[in-house]
């Protein structure tokens, strides 16, 4: 039986966590608050990563938890999780410094995109499992100086069959992980306008005429511009049918956004605890702040804001697990977690004062990586056509 199933209390027509998730949830927030923050705290504020020597004993302790690459299925050395698993561990696995980009800095490995699984056994064993045994990295190429929320239309990199080969003529922008990542997934149109003119291919990073340029953006992670001139890749290294790479892009990031949704909570979470333990502990014009109005208002919007947003994305992965169309589930989820989360570090920041923006704290990288989430994986504004175009066409 299905894991999101077992979580339907059939007695009282209740859903409820599953208890073995229960249980991990426990597992990954002991590691996390303890193991690997001990690490990161040695680390300057605005790393993105953990020097291999410190990593290695941290990645070696997720192996044996059973956690490693989570996406990835067990056929294939990872974790197995499905989607509402992969929620609750992405919320705790996001709670440290870099956690928004990098969670818990790599402990658990880092997955392949999960549509390299639905490529060819050669593919997969030159690409989907090296990177699952040996953590070689990967990014997915798909916005483009013309545009990335609406990429059916904007996509223009082409990609022209000559011989045994395609060759790549064109730009993709805001591509995270780019320049230490050995392959990637890129987008391009073989044929005419419109989705069905897209398709995937497989690039190495070194393959001559592929450049990359970082675009400094205000987080400390920054995405890159790759430049394709000339770029000739092997027939071999088209990653399903032509024609067939809209659908293999929108399989990856409808399923990223509930990882994705769920680690802003994690994060909201982790900076409302921060908060709260202020709040009882400072002392300002006679009384502690936890004692005003003003404060214990700010604090009970945040709670409140956040169980509902966890709900949402509580309810998003459920439908995905039971095989259900949630396009528009993981929309909602998107906007919802991205904005409450913003919305919570913010007042979090209030609350804290002068701490709060100092980087004594994590809650500034988190307010400015956290701005980015709003933009990243769809901007708000084109979810909500999603969710409109739904509710006007009477889809709920």
């Given at each position: 039986?299905?894991?999101?199933?077992?979580?339907?209390?059939?007695?009282?027509?209740?859903?409820?966590?599953?208890?073995?998730?229960?249980?991990?949830?426990?597992?990954?927030?002991?590691?996390?608050?303890?193991?690997?923050?001990?690490?990161?705290?040695?680390?300057?504020?605005?790393?993105?990563?953990?020097?291999?020597?410190?990593?290695?004993?941290?990645?070696?302790?997720?192996?044996?938890?059973?956690?490693?690459?989570?996406?990835?299925?067990?056929?294939?050395?990872?974790?197995?999780?499905?989607?509402?698993?992969?929620?609750?561990?992405?919320?705790?696995?996001?709670?440290?410094?870099?956690?928004?980009?990098?969670?818990?800095?790599?402990?658990?490995?880092?997955?392949?995109?999960n549509v390299i699984?639905?490529?060819?056994?050669?593919?997969?064993?030159?690409?989907?499992?090296?990177?699952?045994?040996?953590?070689?990295?990967?990014?997915?190429?798909?916005?483009?100086?013309?545009?990335?929320?609406?990429?059916?239309?904007?996509?223009?990199?082409?990609?022209?069959?000559?011989?045994?080969?395609?060759?790549?003529n064109g730009s993709?922008?805001?591509?995270?992980?780019?320049?230490?990542?050995?392959?990637?997934?890129?987008?391009?149109?073989?044929?005419?306008?419109?989705?069905?003119?897209?398709?995937?291919?497989?690039?190495?990073?070194?393959?001559?005429?592929?450049?990359?340029?970082?675009?400094?953006?205000?987080?400390?992670?920054?995405?890159?511009?790759?430049?394709?001139?000339?770029?000739?890749?092997?027939?071999?290294?088209?990653?399903?049918?032509?024609?067939?790479?809209?659908?293999?892009?929108?399989?990856?990031?409808?399923?990223?956004?509930?990882?994705?949704?769920?680690?802003?909570?994690?994060?909201?979470?982790?900076?409302?605890?921060?908060?709260?333990?202020?709040?009882?502990?400072?002392?300002?014009?006679?009384?502690?702040?936890?004692?005003?109005?003003?404060?214990?208002?700010?604090?009970?919007?945040?709670?409140?804001?956040?169980?509902?947003?966890?709900?949402?994305?509580?309810?998003?992965?459920?439908?995905?697990?039971?095989?259900?169309?949630?396009?528009?589930?993981?929309?909602?989820?998107?906007?919802?977690?991205?904005?409450?989360?913003?919305?919570?570090?913010?007042?979090?920041?209030?609350?804290?004062?002068?701490?709060?923006?100092?980087?004594?704290?994590?809650?500034?990288?988190?307010?400015?990586?956290?701005?980015?989430?709003?933009?990243?994986?769809?901007?708000?504004?084109?979810?909500?056509?999603?969710?409109?175009?739904?509710?006007?066409?009477g889809r709920r």
């Amino acid at each position: 039986m299905d894991r999101a199933v077992e979580g339907m209390d059939r007695s009282f027509g209740a859903w409820t966590m599953p208890d073995e998730y229960r249980e991990m949830q426990r597992l990954v927030r002991r590691f996390v608050q303890g193991d690997v923050r001990a690490v990161e705290d040695t680390l300057p504020h605005d790393a993105t990563s953990c020097p291999a020597d410190k990593l290695a004993p941290l990645q070696e302790k997720a192996k044996a938890m059973g956690l490693w690459c989570v996406r990835t299925p067990e056929a294939y050395g990872g974790a197995g999780l499905n989607l509402l698993g992969q929620a609750v561990w992405a919320e705790e696995a996001k709670q440290v410094r870099m956690g928004l980009y990098n969670a818990a800095m790599g402990a658990f490995g880092i997955d392949p995109p999960n549509v390299i699984w639905e490529g060819n056994r050669r593919q997969i064993e030159a690409y989907g499992l090296p990177g699952v045994e040996k953590g070689t990295k990967c990014f997915v190429a798909i916005s483009e100086p013309s545009g990335g929320a609406d990429p059916g239309r904007s996509i223009q990199l082409r990609a022209e069959k000559v011989g045994g080969k395609y060759v790549l003529n064109g730009s993709k922008m805001w591509i995270t992980g780019a320049a230490k990542a050995d392959w990637g997934i890129v987008y391009a149109r073989t044929g005419g306008r419109g989705r069905s003119g897209i398709s995937s291919f497989i690039v190495d990073r070194d393959t001559p005429g592929l450049s990359i340029r970082e675009i400094p953006v205000i987080r400390a992670y920054s995405p890159y511009e790759l430049h394709f001139d000339n770029v000739e890749v092997p027939a071999e290294n088209l990653l399903g049918a032509e024609g067939q790479g809209f659908q293999l892009a929108e399989k990856w990031l409808v399923d990223n956004r509930i990882q994705y949704s769920a680690g802003t909570l994690g994060v909201a979470q982790a900076a409302l605890d921060i908060a709260v333990k202020w709040a009882n502990e400072r002392e300002t014009f006679g009384s502690k702040l936890a004692d005003k109005q003003a404060v214990q208002w700010m604090l009970a919007d945040s709670e409140m804001e956040l169980r509902a947003a966890r709900l949402v994305v509580y309810d998003a992965a459920w439908r995905g697990d039971r095989g259900e169309d949630f396009k528009l589930e993981a929309s909602i989820a998107k906007v919802t977690a991205t904005e409450t989360a913003g919305r919570i570090v913010d007042r979090c920041m209030q609350i804290l004062g002068g701490l709060g923006v100092s980087k004594e704290l994590p809650l500034e990288r988190w307010y400015r990586e956290l701005r980015i989430h709003r933009i990243g994986e769809g901007p708000s504004e084109v979810h909500r056509m999603v969710v409109a175009r739904n509710v006007l066409n009477g889809r709920r």
